[in-house]
């Protein structure tokens, strides 16, 4: 049980390592290529990019981690993961369209700056 905990732990840990060492490599073309505000925009998406990816996912693979790892029939295990695959991707696609449709509000919001938050 250890050695496979040390096993799958090296595994995630590696693919993490790896995932922050390809960011860190692209800092000195980030620097070069995109300006002081469109960098912080950049930053400004990815938060807001993690946050949604939290809220509009309902954290629901952690559960469906939970269920399919119990001892349950494959037929329920099929039902419960194409039921949660579904409704994935039903809000992520429900998400996609709020944001197409209120594209320029958040991009008055990104582009804008800090004292003119207020003018929304």
């Given amino acids: 049980m250890l050695k496979d905990l040390l096993k ?3 595994l995630y840990t590696l693919a993490n390592l790896l995932t922050k060492g390809v960011s860190l490599m692209l800092i000195p073309f980030y620097v070069n290529y995109f300006s002081e505000s469109e960098y912080g925009v950049l930053g400004m998406l990815g938060v807001f990019g993690g946050f949604a990816s939290a809220i509009v996912s309902f954290q629901l693979y952690q559960g469906l981690g939970r269920y399919i790892a119990e001892d349950v029939p494959l037929v329920k295990k ?18 996609f369209l709020i944001a197409i449709i209120f594209k320029d509000f958040f991009i008055k919001i990104l582009s804008s700056d800090a004292v003119s938050y207020t003018h929304l």
């Fill in 8 to 10: 799958e732990g090296g």
């Fill in 78 to 95: 099929q039902k419960i993961g194409s039921t949660a695959f579904i409704f994935t991707t039903i809000t992520y696609s429900a998400f």
